[in-house]
């Protein structure tokens, strides 16, 4: 910039008084009127692209909610059929058939035996079967740790022993006897009266 | 003006050096932490499990199967805030641990985390539903196949099962484990407010599902043989036992109990020693069943007839040992089938005599001892049979009534079932078609070789000597195995196990067994049962016997065999 020589300095000068001499060119018809148009064109044009593609962005989210919704959709019902199709399994499971059948009061034939249907000849021993044939379809309960089992106390209560009045003679009676034990009897002798009480008051 | 200029230029290069170092920076130096972090910000990978390959019985009926499960997953970004109140939600409805879901709820920086795997379908679903219901967002389910076997415990001892990490843990799972698992796929796909974005990046490695393995066990059969058998063993307090039923023809195996046995839905709750098919690993001393084999190659040797006159001692010295009865006797007269009808362990002895110790063996060989029969099961055993060149008297006279030998059930069965079929040893299966083990190895009926043991004539006399053993008045086990109206040959075991602190027979335990087949002039089926260690008063007959009985009615039964209707050989016990 600061190297420019004094000589393009001039020409440049020069360029000027040249086109100072140049005669004014006639207005062209380029007015304002014929530019509107295009610019309304324009302006059209980059409207609708702008919408369109708000429309086209709105359209596709639209669609990716309805995909993921049909998307559950589906696996709700695919989780459906497979909960049918396996309590289908669980219903023609060999051991259900069999619990079913037990409960209609069949057993397990004794043995095989055949009858023709064309002849009505019967092929085989057709046997009663017997308790003896009986079969177990379930595996017995776990036994009851013996620490967990209610120790039965059985009383025998006299009758006529049911009043408050004979049970505190009892109670005299039996702690004179020993202690313990006719503590307990008494507990459970409560404990019996109460139920009496309550479910059977006639008895 | 000149100064403006520099100034200008000045700033526009320091500008443009920092955007370049900065380029330098973000591209060269840490452009994998940072792809890492666009990638959690807005990308999503899943895999994609492979379907596990079904294990159906022989009509198509499924033992185990894998169902669809779903994998619930979270986008932390927007269950963070109100990770308690999801994760009291899901442990609710799921029994998750409230901790382990609180924490993956609100991994930082995350917009993905596993809150659970593999749970039903529908469970899932409602958990996820109750969670949306309450007002919290975020979470998603995707497939996650499931293992689930409808049976419980039906045939659990041979599809073994699929353990909490989803590995293996026993049984056709795990021998079979490259058929059945497949080939898991995956998925990359952008995300943006927890919904997937349209045109977004996206890739996708679609999951190779697992074969089908095709059983030869009918599970009707199969369910009642597991009940049979675990009725006999609770009642005679046993250790343990195993049932076997064979298909005579094609060596197919229509059933394989054992007892104790596992629940496939919750294996780790058995002890690791009921996991797995004792009736092909469980290895014992066959007892007097192994007589059939003995009198076959005697017979096929024409040593003997059914009626060969044998003068029974009440018992034998045999190098400084006795051989004794099981049964108290003087010296008794008995045919040869009598010997097998009484199980004298004496007139099985006298009569092995005849022939030498590798002709013995080498039937024995034939019959399929000593070798493992090759099912498809892990830990398959083939039991013991030592070289017959180096068998002493004593070894021979063992032998010959099932002592110093060892089987398995399958062994036994398959060596009976040769009987049974003429003659012709049928190696047995338990794969229908065929199929690749993960050795390698391809086992299944398709593969079924067979080969001659004993001439036609041979097995006919031995099966009319054993169904002296089942017809009441003659044989060890008259009143509980015979089928009134069917022709049943059959043969006792007792087999006596060392044990206790001495390790020797007097501290040690009984193993009882029956091998049989039905109806004997054409047999369907052979059915060996064994029940080892029982407590108190038990006896092949008494104990393995109705178990037997019980099978083989049943599959007479399914399978519509008619009695033939012939009469048995008039055959004398005595002479």
Not at chain 2, 50 to 77: H, N
Request: hydrophobic residues 40%.
């Amino acid at each position: 910039m600061s190297a420019l020589s004094p000589q393009k300095a001039l020409s440049a000068k020069k360029l000027i008084s040249v086109r100072q001499r140049l005669a004014l060119v006639p207005a062209t018809g380029r007015s304002s009127a014929s530019r509107t148009p295009f610019v309304v064109f324009m302006v059209v044009l980059l409207i609708g692209g702008v919408v369109g593609l708000l429309a086209f962005n709105t359209e596709m989210q639209q669609r990716s909610f309805a995909a993921s919704k049909l998307q559950r959709e589906a696996t709700a019902l695919v989780a459906k059929r497979q909960q049918l199709k396996m309590s289908l399994q669980e219903l023609n499971s060999p051991q259900h058939l069999a619990d079913a059948a037990s409960k209609l009061g069949m057993v397990v034939p004794a043995n095989p035996a055949f009858v023709s249907l064309t002849t009505g000849k019967i092929t085989g021993d057709p046997l009663m079967t017997t308790i003896g044939d009986k079969m177990h379809f379930h595996a017995p309960a776990a036994a009851k740790p013996a620490n967990l089992k209610r120790k039965a106390r059985i009383v025998t209560v006299r009758p006529g022993a049911r009043t408050a009045k004979n049970n505190k003679n009892n109670r005299a009676d039996k702690a004179n006897k020993s202690g313990r034990h006719g503590a307990a009897s008494t507990k459970s002798g409560q404990r019996t009266g109460k139920k009496g009480a309550t479910h059977t008051p006639q008895r | 003006m000149h100064l403006r200029l520099r100034v200008a230029l000045l700033v526009i290069t320091m500008l443009l050096s920092l955007f370049g170092a900065r380029l330098v920076q973000l591209q060269g130096l840490d452009s994998q932490a940072y792809a890492a972090r666009a990638e959690a910000a807005g990308f999503v990978h899943v895999d994609l499990p492979a379907e596990r390959g079904d294990i159906v019985d022989r009509t198509g009926k499924k033992l185990a199967e894998s169902v669809a499960g779903l994998m619930i997953i979270a986008d932390p970004k927007w269950t963070a805030p109100d990770a308690s109140a999801i994760a009291r939600i899901l442990s609710d409805k799921l029994g998750l641990d409230y901790f382990k879901t609180l924490k993956q709820l609100a991994l930082p920086g995350k917009r993905f985390a596993y809150v659970a795997r593999r749970i039903p379908a529908t469970k899932a679903t409602k958990a996820v539903a109750a969670v949306e219901k309450a007002g919290y967002s975020g979470l998603e389910t995707r497939n996650d196949p499931l293992r689930t076997y409808p049976g419980d415990d039906l045939a659990a001892n041979l599809t073994g099962f699929m353990n909490d990490d989803n590995q293996p843990s026993a049984g056709l799972e795990a021998s079979f484990q490259n058929l059945l698992q497949g080939q898991s796929g995956s998925e990359t796909y952008e995300v943006g407010g927890g919904n997937r974005i349209p045109l977004g990046e996206n890739s996708e490695v679609k999951p190779i599902n697992g074969k089908t393995l095709h059983l030869t066990i009918d599970s009707d059969a199969q369910w009642f043989a597991q009940r049979a058998l675990r009725s006999a063993v609770l009642k005679s307090k046993a250790a343990s036992g195993s049932a076997v039923a064979i298909d005579r023809r094609t060596g197919q195996i229509m059933a394989l109990a054992d007892y104790p046995t596992v629940d496939a839905n919750d294996g780790g709750a058995s002890p690791k020693r009921d996991w797995g098919a004792r009736g092909v690993s469980a290895v014992y001393e066959p007892g007097s069943v192994e007589k059939v084999l003995t009198m076959s190659a005697l017979i096929d040797r024409h040593k003997v007839v059914p009626r060969t006159k044998l003068v029974v001692p009440p018992e034998l010295h045999v190098a400084d040992r006795v051989i004794h009865d099981y049964f108290e006797h003087g010296t008794i007269h008995l045919t040869l089938g009598g010997v097998i009808a009484l199980s004298s362990n004496i007139g099985t002895v006298l009569a092995a005599r005849h022939i030498s110790s590798p002709v013995l063996g080498g039937y024995l060989k034939k019959f399929g001892l000593g070798a493992v029969p090759d099912v498809g099961l892990p830990a398959e055993s083939g039991g013991l049979l030592s070289d017959p060149s180096t068998w002493t008297e004593l070894t021979h006279s063992n032998i010959a009534f099932g002592q110093g030998v060892a089987v398995t059930a399958v062994q036994m069965a398959a060596a009976v079932n040769t009987v049974a079929n003429g003659g012709v040893y049928v190696q047995p299966s338990l794969i229908l078609g065929k199929a690749t083990d993960k050795d390698g190895v391809e086992v299944g009926s398709d593969l079924t070789t067979t080969h001659r043991v004993v001439a036609p004539r041979t097995a006919r006399l031995v099966t009319h000597m054993m169904e002296l053993v089942t017809t009441p008045g003659k044989g060890t086990a008259g009143a509980t195995t015979s089928i009134p109206g069917y022709r049943v040959a059959g043969k006792t075991g007792t087999a006596q196990e060392p044990g206790g602190k001495c390790h020797c027979y007097a501290q040690g335990f009984y193993d009882v067994s029956f091998a049989g087949f039905a109806p004997a002039d054409d047999p369907r089926f052979t059915v060996y049962v064994v029940i080892r260690h029982p407590k108190g008063a038990s006896s092949g007959s008494g104990t393995a016997g109705p178990v037997f009985r019980q099978i083989m009615n049943h599959l007479l039964q399914k399978y519509d065999v008619p009695p033939t209707g012939t009469a048995p050989p008039n055959l004398d016990v005595y002479w």
